[in-house]
């Protein structure tokens, strides 16, 4: 055969860093700080809830395209108690999706709206989906770069580095607050901006927010509550993150009527339909109290505070994340041979056999790979003994 096996514009991504990593970690024995999997589950109240739907018989076969009813009136009473201040609110038979996991919803939303050639607007370092599924819709990314300032410890957007990529070929902004990997919660002043932009310049825009309850510093407002966003936003979230079930794969869509049937036009050409008796679950879920919610995120501070003090004292230059569960650090200031070639592949492939710790190299987020370099991820969604295991394998570095 003459012919690759693999579709050419796919073929650069191969297999991910993230299956390696996790492999290395299975045949090292070692810590795996690098995938964001928690390492306990969720609420025992919203696994029973998908145990009784199996037993009643609910979800066992085909559920409704758009997702069952109760899961998508749960998601817009979600919206209108967390943002309904803002002016948020969907209607949960025209403006809501259900989808297998954000990753499927960022798919068919990126399928449905792009035509070949289109331009994509992706903050890098970005989640590795984005440039592949930009890839099988046809679309070119045009990655603007996060760039981390060691005097705050954080990661910033440049505005007019974001206005300057915009063309006549735009067709959308993707965008991810709070950030993975760098942690980064834009700021209500940013969000504006990049509204502002959207709307003169005519632009769509995609926001994964699945972490939006992940937030330790600032807070988090949706894009498409700011003027003239919600008709042009399609904002994805899901319960993995929040309820600590990745494995459910539940997650999705909301936005205007138009928006929202164009994603689902997609949508039943990958999936079809998924993850029945669990839509359920997710629908009590989403009805926990209050109480629950700040637990999370203080639960996460903790073992933020206990990853980063403990990578600080090991010798990395630590980026103190502002939400989601991942750490960015900067090796070079080890001090060692690998961390001063500030080769990010490399030192994480060797982490596991000298410190029995997986992390994952931040370059693998980047087009520009020069810029991601010398930075390595790790993730704190672990329970507190694991990551003071860690920690005190790493200050032996």
């Known amino acids: 055969m003459d012919r690759p096996l693999l579709n050419r514009r796919l073929a650069e991504f191969g297999t991910t860093i993230f299956a390696e990593m996790s492999a290395l970690a299975v045949r090292t024995g070692s810590i795996n700080l690098g995938q964001g999997f928690p390492d306990a589950d969720g609420p025992e109240e919203v696994r029973e809830a998908a145990v009784r739907a199996l037993r009643d018989g609910r979800g066992n076969q085909y559920p409704p395209g758009p997702g069952i009813p109760e899961l998508r009136a749960a998601v817009a009473a979600h919206q209108q108690r967390f943002y309904g201040h803002l002016g948020l609110s969907y ?14 919803a960022i798919a068919a939303s990126l399928l449905a709206l792009l035509e070949p050639g289109d331009e994509v607007i992706a903050l890098e370092p970005y989640y590795d989906s984005y440039a592949a599924c930009i890839a099988m819709a046809g679309g070119r990314r045009v990655p603007v770069t996060l760039r981390p300032d060691p005097s705050t410890a954080s990661y910033h957007l440049d505005l007019d580095e974001l206005r300057d990529a915009v063309t006549d070929d735009t067709r959308l902004i993707l965008l991810n607050t709070p950030h993975n990997p760098t942690g980064t919660v834009l700021t209500h002043d940013e969000l504006a901006a990049v509204a502002q932009l959207a709307v003169e310049r005519n632009l769509l825009v995609i926001t994964d927010e699945v972490y939006e309850h992940l937030v330790f510093e600032g807070e988090h407002t949706p894009l498409a509550s700011f003027p003239g966003m919600r008709e042009r936003t399609v904002t994805i979230s899901s319960a993995g993150k929040t309820f600590a079930f990745t494995g459910w794969k539940v997650g999705w869509v909301t936005a205007a009527p138009e928006l929202t049937a164009a994603v689902r036009s997609a949508k039943q050409f990958l999936t079809y339909v998924s993850a029945g008796p669990f839509q359920y679950a997710v629908a009590e879920a989403l009805a926990l109290p209050d109480t629950y919610y700040t637990a999370l995120r203080d639960d996460l501070r903790t073992k933020r505070d ?14 103190r994340p502002s939400g989601t569960y991942f750490i960015t650090t900067d090796i070079r200031p080890l001090g060692t041979a690998l961390s001063e070639e500030g080769d990010g592949f490399a030192f994480c492939r060797a982490l596991p056999e000298r410190a029995g710790v997986v992390a994952i190299p931040n370059a693998v987020f980047y087009d520009h790979k020069d810029q991601g370099a010398p930075y390595v991820r ?10 003071r295991e860690a920690v005190g394998r790493l200050r032996k570095l």
Not at 309 to 319: C, I, K, P, R, S
Not at 378 to 387: G, I, R, W, Y
């Open 91 to 104: 209607d949960p038979d025209t403006e809501v999706l259900v989808t297998a996991g954000a990753t499927e």
């Open 306 to 319: 206990i990853l980063a003090t403990g990578l600080t004292e090991a010798g990395f230059q630590v980026f």
């Open 378 to 387: 790790f993730a704190f969604c672990k329970q507190e003994e694991v990551l």
